[in-house]
């Protein structure tokens, strides 16, 4: 079955409506901000969000999460919820407030700071405080009680997103072991070795264990976590039925490969005004007829922005009759500005660019060109419609959706993805050229491949990829886990 919004709500409706769903992430879907005097609603750009809005459209489920827009108190009634979304109000949100103490262990600190450098190896170290642990294990307490309050009487389901509810689970089986509960890991998870130096590593084995599904983007990220479940607290590990059982309770393990809305992005890419606007782009960035490279991310270490700056600087010392001729555009909006490594990191790449630009740079050519605003997915389609090549080269990704917005907006079939092959993407998307960001070399050469491929080779490619995330688009991710859920009440 080809998967869509439509048929995802069907499914939905005819599975579980008769259940309540509790959906819990630390990001809301839908934020108030006061702009001037006026409250706008904004939705985040989050694939998560996009995926789980028509599930919760279909069942009127409950959203909880953290209240983090400026006006969000303005708009909730007095038991915190809010009905969204606003042109169409059919679900609830329910905002959990933090203070400025529990964001900073919570969410800056142990999130942060801590499991997400332990799960990405990119070699920045984590850093472990008590302090922040405490806060953490805190407010995981903290969502576990919203989510018994709004579950009530009823029985039903809770799905957990990520990383900063590692505890929610357990806390929530032991109190109320009748509902059923599945967590999706967003970010990689490593090998165990790389675990071990987590020092509540148990705590947080055990707190996942409480979930009755346990989803991870690819395979090998599941072996890795039965792996560390196996030598690390005393539980069963069954690597025949992927699963663990733990205190006579078994946790599943599976692979969900998370997408984009393939048709959507698709359909809304071959609007005719995107002409206007790429030419716009041309002439503001003053690119004139030359070639293009992309990228585009947050600025984050983990997505290997140094790396590819190095390669460009390598391409061009190797293959100098390309200088002038081929500029690369960085989008890059700031975040997690707060932790001090973030901001090393976007100093570094700034720096960077500097100089590979004071290396090379004409009167009227840049080789580099970095953008550090925030830009509609809309937008996006301007910048992946221009690219000659799209580089992705993570040191390490759960998935990469922009890999596969990209592939999803070149309906052309034009256009050559550079995808790292540390990243989830890439186990689905193996027509892109596939390298590994630490090798420079090759990674220059790459480029230069991708600069002359001829452009029967470039449709084939994209064509194949295209049909790979026609087909395992984000509403077959919501809708296996959704059914696997209904599977186990
Ligand atoms: P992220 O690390 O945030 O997500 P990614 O999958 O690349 O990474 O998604 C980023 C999203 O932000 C994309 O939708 C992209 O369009 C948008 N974005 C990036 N740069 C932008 C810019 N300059 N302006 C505007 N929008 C921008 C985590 C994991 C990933 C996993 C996702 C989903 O780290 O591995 O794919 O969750 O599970």
């Not at 205190?247 to 997408?259: A, D, M, N, Q, Y």
């Not at 606007?277 to 983990?302: C, H, P, Q, S």
């Not at 993805?417 to 070399?441: V, Y």
Request: with cysteine.
């Amino acid at each position: 079955m080809a998967w869509d919004k439509q048929n995802l709500k069907e499914v939905i409706r005819e599975k579980i409506s008769d259940r309540k769903l509790i959906v819990v992430s630390n990001r809301e879907p839908y934020l108030h901000i006061y702009s001037g005097d006026e409250i706008r609603c904004v939705t985040p750009a989050s694939g998560v969000a996009l995926a789980l809005d028509p599930v919760m459209r279909a069942c009127e489920g409950t959203w909880i999460a953290h209240g983090s827009g400026d006006a969000d108190r303005e708009t909730v009634d007095s038991n915190d919820r809010v009905k969204v979304p606003p042109e169409e109000p059919t679900y609830t949100l329910r905002r959990v407030w933090l203070t400025r103490e529990e964001e900073d262990g919570y969410y800056h600190g142990f999130s942060n700071e801590g499991l997400w450098p332990l799960c990405h190896i990119a070699f920045t170290r984590p850093t472990f405080n008590e302090s922040d642990w405490n806060v953490y294990r805190k407010v995981n307490e903290k969502f576990a009680e919203v989510v018994i309050n709004e579950m009530g009487n009823n029985s039903g389901f809770v799905f957990i997103q990520d990383y900063h509810l590692c505890l929610l689970s357990r806390i929530l089986k032991k109190k109320r072991p009748d509902i059923t509960i599945a967590q999706f890991w967003h970010i990689p998870w490593p090998n165990r070795e790389a675990f071990r130096i987590c020092p509540w590593g148990e705590e947080i084995l055990y707190g996942l264990l409480g979930n009755d599904i346990l989803g991870f983007h690819i395979r090998y990220h599941c072996q890795n976590f039965l792996d560390t479940v196996d030598r690390t607290i005393e539980a069963r590990v069954d690597y025949e039925r992927f699963s663990v059982i733990h205190e006579g309770k078994e946790t599943l393990v599976r692979p969900f490969p998370i997408s984009v809305d393939f048709e959507k992005i698709n359909s809304i890419a071959q609007d005719t005004k995107y002409d206007e606007e790429i030419k716009k782009i041309r002439r503001a960035l003053r690119l004139k007829n030359r070639l293009v490279g992309v990228g585009v991310d947050r600025i984050d270490y983990a997505k290997g922005i140094v790396e590819r700056f190095k390669a460009i600087d390598r391409f061009f010392e190797r293959y100098p009759e390309y200088l002038g001729r081929f500029s690369f555009i960085q989008l890059g909006p700031i975040s997690r500005i707060h932790i001090h490594s973030y901001k090393e990191y976007n100093d570094k790449i700034y720096h960077l660019m500097t100089e590979i630009d004071e290396k090379y740079k004409t009167r009227d050519w840049q080789p580099i060109i970095l953008q550090k605003s925030h830009f509609s997915p809309k937008e996006l389609i301007s910048y992946y419609r221009l690219a000659d090549v799209l580089i992705v080269s993570s040191l390490h990704d759960g998935m990469n959706l922009v890999a596969k917005e990209f592939v999803s907006s070149r309906f052309d079939n034009g256009g050559v993805l550079i995808l790292s092959r540390f990243t989830g993407s890439a186990r689905e998307l193996s027509e892109a050229l596939l390298i590994n960001p630490f090798a420079t070399d090759h990674f220059a050469d790459t480029i230069k491949r991708a600069l002359e491929m001829p452009t029967e080779e470039k449709a084939k490619r994209m064509e194949k990829m295209r049909e790979v995330v026609r087909e395992n688009n984000v509403y077959r991710w919501a809708g296996k886990i959704i059914s696997e859920l209904k599977k186990l009440a």
